[in-house]
C-alpha cells in the first residue's frame, strides 16, 4: 500500500483511482462496505482511501477529551489488510478546513487527486463549516469529471454501526459488542515502553502500551489477543491485561499492561497490537501484595478458559 499526504504533489501512477472518503476512525464494518463498494464500481481502478491526519475532531478542539479509537498507524495497517492500494492520509491544516465545498471538490478531489470514482456514506459532510454533503458532491462530480457513489448507511441490530456506538460499548466493558460492529477485535497499538518491572517482581512481566490520544475503554482486566508486529518474538499470542490507572500502586496516567501467556523474550521496542476480547473485572485496590498476586493467577486461569475456546 502506498502512502500519499499531499494532495498538491500527486505522481501520476497514484491518479486515477476509486476511493472512498472519511475518517475510517476503527474502520468499522460501515467503513468496510464502503470501502468495498468503491472495489465493485471500479474493479479495474487501483483502490483508494482518503482520509486526514490529524482527524478533524482533533484539530479543531485540539483539548477535548480524547476520542480516537486508532492512530494512523494502526488505521494503514487495517486498511491495507482489506486491499486498499492507495491512501491519500491528507494533512489536515488551515488551508484545508477553510475550504468551500466546491474548492474542496476541485482543487483536492478532480485536480489534486485525480480520482476517478468517489464513495462516500450518506451522512458524508465537507468543505468549510461542514457545508457540503454527498448529494453537493455527486453534482460538483458531474461538473468535474468524477463519479459519484453514496452509500447506505449499515445496521446492525437496531442500531447504526457508527465510531459514537462503539466508543459507549468500550466505555460499558463491552468489547464483543464493540467487535460485532468493527468487524475484528477492538485493538490498541503501540510500541512496547519500559515500566517499573512491577510485574516481573511479581511473576507477571507486562509489555506497557501508553493509551495517549485514544478513547479509553473501561478501566479493569480483560481477556487478550496479541500481536507481536516487527522483531524476533513476532507472532500471534494470548494474554491478560490491565488498562486503567494501577490503584495498587498510585498510577495516574491510565495505560496498559499485557501479561502474554507462555512467552520468554525481550519485548521493550516491539511494536504491539493488543485486542480486547472479554472484560473479566473492573481495577480494585487490594489489602496485600499476597491478594493482589492471588487475583492475577484467577484472572489469567479465567482468560485463557476463554482464550482457548474462540
Known sequence: MHIIRDYQFVDPGDRGASAAIGNFDGVHLGHQSVIALARKVEPDAPLGVVTFEPHPREYFAPDAPPFRLMRAEARAHRLEKLGVE????????????????????????????????VVVGADFCFGKGRAGNARDLV??????????????????????????????ALSEGRPRDAAAMLGHWHRIEGRVEGGEQRGRELGFPTANLSLAG???????????????????????????????????????????????????????????SVGLVEYLRPEAKFDSLDALIAQMHDDSARARAILDAQ
Open 214 to 272: 485514544l478513547h479509553r475503554p473501561a478501566f479493569g482486566v480483560y481477556a487478550v489477543l496479541v500481536e507481536v508486529l516487527d522483531g524476533p518474538h513476532a507472532g500471534s499470542y494470548h494474554g491478560v491485561a490491565s488498562l486503567g490507572v494501577r490503584p495498587m500502586f498510585n498510577g495516574e496516567e491510565p495505560n496498559l499492561e499485557t501479561y502474554v501467556f507462555d512467552f520468554a523474550g525481550d519485548l521493550y521496542g516491539a511494536m504491539l
Open 86 to 117: 492507495k491512501l491519500y492520509e491528507l494533512n489536515f491544516n488551515a488551508a484545508l478546513a477553510g475550504m468551500s465545498p466546491e474548492e474542496f471538490a476541485r482543487i483536492v478531489i478532480a485536480d489534486g487527486l485525480g480520482l476517478k470514482h
Open 139 to 168: 453534482r460538483f462530480g458531474r461538473e468535474m469529471g468524477f463519479a459519484v457513489t453514496i452509500a447506505p448507511l449499515m445496521e446492525k441490530g437496531p442500531n447504526v454501526v457508527s465510531s459514537t456506538a462503539i466508543r459507549l
